[in-house]
Every structure is written in C-alpha cells, then in structure tokens.
C-alpha cells in the first residue's frame, strides 16, 4: 500500500536527519533504533527543535489537532515498540534479559480478559529452580513460623485438603512497569507497558493458612521467600525477599496459589506455590514459596531496603539524588490502563468510527471512569466500562472514535480510581528507580 511506504519513508527521514547524533539504521525499526541510542539529553534537545512539526512533515501528512500536542512529548508513532521484533518461547513477548530472565508482552498481545501464559510477563531476579523445572512438587513445605502460635509446615496436599479454593482473576504488574519513559532513565528492566497481566489463579486464603497459625498480636509484617537460585549460584543466597503488613496479608484476595488458569503453575510463574498479593507491586508475590516469615517489625529482607522497590517521601526533581533515609516502600500501586486494539500504528479511514478498548486497574481496588481522547488530551469522552469480576481483577473498557480528517492521531486512554484520582499525560512523580508509572498509554493511528 503506497500509504504504508510514505508513512515508512517518512519514518527514515526523520531518523535520518538524527544522524549527526547516531548512526543511520537501515532496519525495519530505524526510528526507534535512532530514539533508543539517543542519550536522554540528546533526545530532549531533538525532540524539542523537531517534535510534532517535524513528525507531521516526514510523514508527508497533517497533524489535525497538532496544536494541543504538549511540547516535549514523544508522539506515539515512535514512542512505542509496536511489537515486532520479537522472540517466541512466550509467544511475541519482548526479552530485556536472558540471565535472569525478563520479558514483557506488547500491548496488543494483552487483550484477553484472563491474561493465558502465552501472555503473561516475566520478571525473575534469579534463575528458575531445579524443582520447577523437574515439576517436582512431592517433597515440598511450605513453612509458616515468626510471630505465630504454631508454627506450620504444610504439604501442597496438606492447603488443597485443609482449606477452602478460591478462584480469582488478579492482576500481577511489576512495580517497574513503564520505568523506560522515565527522564532522565533509571537502571533496570526496560518496561514499557506490558509488565502487567491478568491471569486467573487458584489456590489458598493467605488469610486461612494465617488464622490456622494464629497470628500474635505482636505481627506486623510479613517476610516471603522462595527456593529460587542467585545468578551467582551461590545457594545460600536468597535473591528476593519482600513482604507486606500483616492487615494486607489477611485481606481476602490475597492468594496463595497451586493453579494458574485452571493448570499447575508455570515453572516461569512460580510452581508449585506462588503468593498471589494484588494491588501492591508485583514483588511482594513471591514465586516458588517455601516460607512465610511473620515479623514484630517490618521485613528487612533483600531488596525491602535501599532504593528497591522505594519511593522518595516528597516530590523531588528529575535526576536528584535522595539519601537512602528518605526513601519509603513503595506499597498500593496507581490507577492505570492499557490499550489492548487496535494496534498501534493501525490505519483506519477519515469519517469512519474505530473501536478502541483495552483494561483498566487500580491498587486499591476497582476503577470509576475511563476516558479517551483522540485530541491529545484537549477533549476527553467517557468509555464504557465494565465491572470487574471480582475486586483486584482488571477491568474491560471500551469506546469509539472517529478521526474527523485524513492524518496522524493519537488515542490516548486515561483511568480515574474511586478516589477520583486520574492517570497523569506525561511520567509522575520521578524517582531514583523508576517505579509507579501510571502515565497514560498511547496508540498512533493513521487516517486516510
Ligand atoms: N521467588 C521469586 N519470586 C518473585 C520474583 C523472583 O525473582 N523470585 N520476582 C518478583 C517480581 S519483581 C515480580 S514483578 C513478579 C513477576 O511474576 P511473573 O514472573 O510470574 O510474571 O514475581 C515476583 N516474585
Ligand atoms: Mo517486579
């Protein structure tokens, strides 16, 4: 289609008159290739003198509502990996990182409503153990002991027979999802937006095994830990351990689970014990679960201190350097949404309406209102959305636009949590590692 080479041709150009700052990258994702090796002032200062302009013009094409584009902003067209390049074992997700592995899923892949493995992101801080990959579950206990009246050992058998099931739909999102937008970039995973999914799991109140321990009145946190190895291969070293306080261990959707989708859990996913924890970063839910620690004081195991999975108390400026005491644990995460289609990039025709739809989350439960907007946020309408089926799971939203003219847009998505709190246009607050970017999500369409 003549149309899809100008809109490539165009997307050279662009790349092309970068080249002072990079070299020219002839493949399939020049522009992108171009955005990515551009060091974080370098891209400010290129996006500023050529911005929405300079796009509109390499595309050989009008920007109808370019007045309301925010300066300083990416557009969609080139901010966002549209998926392609890509590597299979989870089926189109995109690997940051073999050893350990970490893989997030393209936004169009995340459309189902039950998130299937196929889909379902990956985030290991160590290297899978040799139980999962055997799925060799017989010798497994979960041990239950700290600020409790009797300490427990349990079987998988021993929480299948001894409590009631319980299946829900949950989101999991790692708290550092969408950590790459952040300027200037914060070291970690990469995350754009697909560190997040929404599978259904079975398993275990966390709070029934609790209330079988007897929890002391002296508890106040819990501290995870799993069996899986440092990529050191030290055996003694435990990769992650996080926790959360004890009044959000016993909330009733707070899972330990033997099931994902009505299967074992994945090796990738944890087997054959994960906790399920929703609503707080994806970290607290550890995989592979053999102990469950509960503390008279919150839990200090690695990556609870320092700058892990912690926020700054106050606003600071990009770029800052917080001292370490000013640092505090990152717990309920922000309300967010993702377009799951069309595509981005997709081309539609002038006059006609598109279906837009996607999820919408919050950390503290479920989302009021979702809205879109094709104007780059100038003028907002409602979506529909629908409940979720449970708390904690994500929420389906949908609505239709209709680009007025021939030329690029934008639909932007936005959610508003029941504390009528809304997802922000550009990165919240900036902190040392790039956690809780709830920013809205963004798809480029192209009208003929
Ligand atoms: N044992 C163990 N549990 C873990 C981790 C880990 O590295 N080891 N990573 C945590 C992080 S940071 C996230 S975001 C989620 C990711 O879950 P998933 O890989 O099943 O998507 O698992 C959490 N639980
Ligand atoms: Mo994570």
Redesign the pocket.
């Known amino acids: 289609m003549t149309f899809l080479l100008d809109r490539d041709e165009g997307k050279e150009r662009l790349a092309a008159s970068a080249h002072e700052v990079v070299d020219q990258d002839r493949s399939p994702h020049a522009t992108r290739t171009v955005f990515d090796r551009l060091s974080s002032s370098d891209r400010r200062g290129f996006l500023k003198s050529t911005g929405l302009t300079a796009l509109g013009a390499a595309l050989g094409m009008a920007v109808p509502f370019g007045r309301h584009f925010p300066d300083g902003l990416v557009p969609a067209a080139f901010a966002q990996d549209t998926g392609s390049d890509l590597m299979s074992e989870k089926d189109g997700l995109t690997i940051h990182n073999d050893r ?1 592995l970490n893989a997030e899923t393209p936004a169009n892949l995340l459309d189902d409503d039950i998130t299937p493995y196929s889909r ?7 290297l899978v153990p040799q139980s999962a990959l055997d799925k060799d579950a017989s010798d497994w206990t979960l041990t239950i002991d700290g600020e409790v009246e009797n300490e427990l050992s349990l079987t998988v058998d021993d929480l299948k027979n001894d409590f009631e099931h319980v299946t829900l739909a949950l989101v ?5 999802n969408g950590r790459a937008f952040f300027q200037p970039g914060a070291s970690g995973n990469q995350w754009t937006v697909g ?1 997040v ?1 929404c599978p259904q799991w079975t398993g275990v109140r966390l709070r029934d095994v609790l209330e079988k321990a007897g929890v002391k009145s002296s508890a106040v946190y819990t501290g ?5 190895v440092d990529i050191s291969g030290d055996p003694d070293k435990v ?2 351990s ?1 926790g959360v306080p004890i009044e959000k261990a016993l909330e009733p959707e707070a899972l330990i689970a033997w099931e994902m989708n009505g299967e074992d859990i994945p090796a ?3 087997f054959p014990l ?2 399920v924890i929703p609503g707080y ?9 053999t102990r469950i620690w509960i503390r008279d004081k919150e839990h200090d195991g690695p ?1 609870m201190g320092g700058y892990s999975y912690r926020m700054p108390k106050y606003p600071v400026a990009p770029g800052t350097e917080v001292p370490e005491e000013d640092m505090e644990i990152l717990t309920v995460m922000p309300v967010k949404s993702i377009i799951t289609a069309p595509t981005t990039g997709t081309e539609v025709t002038q006059g006609q309406a598109v279906e837009v739809r996607g999820h919408a989350w919050a950390g503290d439960g479920d989302v009021k209102a979702m809205h879109v907007s094709l104007d780059f946020g100038q003028t907002w309408q409602e979506a529909t959305l629908e409940p979720a089926p449970n708390k904690y799971a994500w929420q389906r939203w949908r609505a239709e636009v209709t680009p007025p003219e021939q030329g690029y847009y934008e639909v932007w998505a936005r959610a508003t949590d029941m504390n009528d709190v809304s997802q922000p246009a550009v990165t919240p607050g900036w902190n040392p590692r790039g956690y809780g970017n709830n920013m809205i999500h963004r798809l480029a369409l192209f009208a003929s």
């Not at 379902?120 to 160590?126: E, I, Q, S």
């Open positions: 350990p379902l992101f990956v985030r290991a801080n160590g999991l999102e790692c708290g550092g560190a999914g995870h830990y799993g069996n899986d990769v992650i996080r990738l996913h944890g994960r906790l970063p994806g970290s607290v839910s550890q995989k592979y679960l990556k």
